[in-house]
């Protein structure tokens, strides 16, 4: 970090190799868009690369703070798209052509991602975070900047919500036996 | 955290992969960090007026402070005359950077609050008291009103004045307050005509001017019944325009006495060596007769003696000059002192 303040390409370089990950996978599922998650990852490697010199050793870690700007990234975004629809943010269409192969995979793919996008924001985040991140309650309660007790009751919602979605799409037992015997 | 997921749930969960991050994903962004890096001076300028609040602040902080200044110039004086404006004005006479305001000595005010009769104080004031009680309430007001240390007050400082003394009186018993009322529509009538007079008695002048020989008799007839005193006051009021106007006269035969050719002045009268007769005070009126007499010896007069008489009449005339320049220049002191 010590490089990236004294502004070294290079180490912005080997830092975006190294998490760079991250951000976009946060984004990716969080937006559903490769574009957008691209994006917002290269948004949040420029504000280390902006707020290096104010970077503190012995913190949470660059994944942590990379992780907690994604978020909020990606939240603002999605806020900043309803308020200009006024409504929620349509999901993108997979155009790719589908294989025949795939297609009973794939329909258990879409139906997550649609379950996924239905959630709200905060709920969709917290999903990401915890399950996908793999980070601790606590460390995604911190990421998004909430108290740990708000943010369980929160994740208990989301995953009420998430398990009713994808059961009501129907895809859960049956593909899912059919896909993984 | 997964095991809050049923394994089916999980299963599915674990379906929605996403991509590996796009080639060259590290080397697009160095290219914008070290582009955002040159252009970063010109960001950091547009960085202050971003936000629409620090805008909205910097406008409005503005406006206050042209105001501030604008107020404090005006108050100051320096587009004309200075505006008393509340705190502003105070706090510039404290640090002397305008005068004081014109003096209105409050004590005049307070004491013109009182009837004149209630001043009054010693031997005559038994006599005084009797006189103001037979007084009417309109002839007290009008009296305050003629109080020249009244006429100074400002117009506020004047109704508190007469509402005042209007209270006292009611107070008293001495009027009603439909007398009160009657009394401030007399002041009032008596302030209009006072101010009409000057136009009134110009053209009462220029009536009697015009009048006709049958017209003037009757005015002579009409000022013999009037009682002395009054004629005596009005004898003296001709006196003073009579005076005035021969003045004014002499001031245009001077003119003419300049030229040698323009006609008489004896030396010795028109221009007397002493003191006395250089005074401030207009010069006699002379009558035609003798005006024509002087011009005759003027006529007849040496060249050394025209000339010396030339001579004196410019020195007259010099003086009266500087009398002049010498009253302006007083009138600008009083003022001066006035506002002091």
């Known amino acids: 970090m010590r490089r990236v303040a004294a502004r070294d390409s290079a180490a912005l370089h080997s830092i975006a190799e190294l998490h760079g990950e991250i951000p976009f996978r946060i984004g990716c599922r969080m937006l559903a868009d490769p574009v957008e998650a691209e994006d917002i990852a290269q948004e949040t490697l420029l504000r280390l690369w902006r707020h290096a010199d104010r970077w503190v050793d012995g913190g949470p870690g ?95 919602r989301a995953r009420g919500a998430l398990q009713g979605c994808v059961e009501g799409k129907g895809v859960l037992a049956a593909d899912i036996a059919r896909i993984n015997p | 955290m997964t095991a809050s997921f049923s394994p089916a749930m999980q299963a599915a969960l674990d379906r929605y992969d996403v991509p590996a991050l796009p080639d060259g994903f590290a080397d697009r962004l160095v290219a ?15 960085k ?91 002839e007290r007001l009008q009296r305050l009103a003629a109080d020249p240390r009244f ?18 009186m009611i107070d008293t018993g001495e009027a009603t307050p439909a007398d009160i009322r009657a009394a401030l529509s007399d002041v009032r009538r008596g302030r209009q005509a006072a101010a009409d007079k000057p136009a009134r008695r ?66 010795a009268e028109t221009a007397p060596t002493d003191a006395a007769a250089t005074s401030t005070v207009a010069p006699p009126a002379i009558t035609p007769e003798q005006r024509e007499k002087l011009r005759e010896r003027y006529r007849n007069a040496t060249p050394e003696q025209r000339a010396a008489a030339r001579e004196r009449i410019r020195a007259r005339r010099e003086q009266a000059k500087a009398k002049a320049r010498t009253s302006v220049r007083e009138r600008h002191t009083k003022i001066r002192r006035r506002r002091n």
Do not use: H
């Open chain 2, 151 to 168: 006429r100074k007050l400002t117009p506020a400082q004047k109704r508190r004045a007469i509402r005042r003394a209007a209270k006292r």
């Open chain 2, 48 to 138: 202050g007026s971003a936000s629409p609040w620090r805008r909205a602040s910097r406008i409005i902080g503005s406006a206050g402070i042209f105001g501030f200044f604008s107020a404090t110039a005006a108050a100051m004086g320096l587009f004309g005359e200075p505006v008393e404006i509340p705190v502003i004005s105070d706090v510039a006479r404290q640090f002397d950077m305008i005068e004081e305001r014109p003096a209105i000595p409050r004590a005049v005010a307070a004491e013109n609050m009182q009837a004149p009769a209630e001043r009054e104080t010693g031997a005559d004031g038994a006599a005084a008291d009797e006189d103001t009680a037979a007084m009417t309430a309109s």
């Open chain 1, 62 to 156: 660059i994944a942590a703070w990379l992780t907690r700007v994604a978020t909020n990234l990606c939240l603002d975004r999605l806020r900043k798209a309803r308020r200009q629809s006024g409504e929620d943010v349509p999901e993108r269409a997979d155009e790719a052509p589908l294989a025949d192969a795939e297609l009973e995979s794939d329909q258990v793919k879409q139906a997550i991602i649609d379950c996924i996008g239905e959630l709200p924001e905060r709920q969709r985040a917290s999903v990401i975070l915890t399950y996908y991140e793999a980070l601790s309650n606590s460390q995604a309660a911190d990421s998004m900047e909430m108290n740990i007790k708000a943010f369980e009751s929160m994740l208990y």
């Open chain 2, 202 to 267: 110009a053209a009462l002048r220029q009536r009697i001017r015009n009048a006709t020989p049958e017209q003037k008799a009757r005015l002579r007839e009409r000022f013999e019944t009037l009682p002395p005193e009054k004629q005596a006051a009005i004898r003296e009021r001709l006196d003073i325009a009579r005076s005035a106007q021969s003045a004014a006269e002499s001031d245009s035969t001077d003119t003419q006495a300049e030229k040698p050719e323009a006609g008489p002045v004896e030396p």
């Open chain 2, 32 to 46: 914008r960090a070290t582009a955002e890096a040159a252009l970063e001076p010109a960001a950091s300028k547009r």
